[in-house]
């Protein structure tokens, strides 16, 4: 009678018995997904400032730069053709200007952050660029880590102004509001979708943050400018400064 031959499992293979799962090949494991960088559109009418921004830009590995536009015309075209997360836009272009531009795509694109590029420091500037719809303000002059810094600050829904000019326009923005109405005056609910207009969200991402209907947050929208008699976008972000609802990060508005 001929031995039987057993062949024992090894123990260095998933399982210690020697096989793969059915359907599982080598390689085949899950590896862990890499941050999804933040697309940056480039809008400025000098190649010298588009390429020197660009040259500091492309060593941080958090941001891509996806496209670059010439005049304003070309700002809107590729900001609908690449769908980018950031538009870094200068105010003074040709055909458009950066305000034009951003009014237009606030309307088409709300999801669309925008961060206005200067070298003019005039505080009606700023304020100008607010009501436009701008998410932040950064010089031309400034650190390639505060542009790192301005571009994932707004990426995130927040607002950022270089510090030079925020200090300068809060000061402005809060000047003649001591007295009027008062933010006890509103509900909770109303002061949370106040918070959220200040930071430059639309409606539609203020319903999603607050887990309510776009036509809900238009309502509110509208009893706000009702109760304070306020009846733009900027003075909504001026009374919510005032009142301390809202703050631009690293600045003290008093």
Do not use: W
């Amino acid at each position: 009678m001929k031995p039987r031959i057993l062949i024992l499992p090894t123990s260095s293979s998933p399982g210690g018995n020697g096989l793969r799962p059915r359907g599982e090949a080598a390689g085949d494991r899950p590896r862990p997904r890499a941050a999804r960088r933040i697309r940056l559109l480039l809008a400025d009418d000098h190649p010298v400032v588009r390429r020197g921004i660009s040259s500091c830009l492309e060593r941080c590995a958090s941001l891509e730069v996806v496209g670059e536009a010439a005049d304003g015309q070309e700002a809107l075209r590729k900001a609908r053709e690449l769908k980018p997360d950031v538009l870094l836009t200068d105010i003074d272009m040709p055909h458009l200007t950066g305000l034009d531009v951003t009014e237009t795509l606030r309307k088409e694109m709300p999801n669309l952050k925008v961060l206005m590029l200067s070298a003019h420091t005039q505080t009606e500037l700023v304020l100008r660029c607010v009501k436009a719809g701008a998410n932040g303000y950064v010089l031309k002059q400034a650190s390639p880590e505060e542009f790192v810094q301005a571009i994932e600050t707004v990426s995130a829904g927040q607002p950022f102004f270089s510090p030079e000019l925020a200090r300068a326009a809060l000061h402005k923005m809060v000047q003649g509001n001591a007295e009027g109405p008062d933010s006890s005056d509103l509900t909770a609910r109303e002061q949370e979708v106040l918070t959220q207009i200040a930071e430059g969200l639309c409606n539609k991402e203020i319903g999603c943050r607050l887990n309510i209907g776009t036509r809900t947050v238009e309502t509110h929208r509208e009893r706000l400018m009702r109760k304070l008699n306020i009846h733009s976008i900027a003075g909504l972000t001026r009374f919510a400064v005032a009142k301390g609802l809202i703050t631009v990060p690293g600045v003290i508005a008093a």
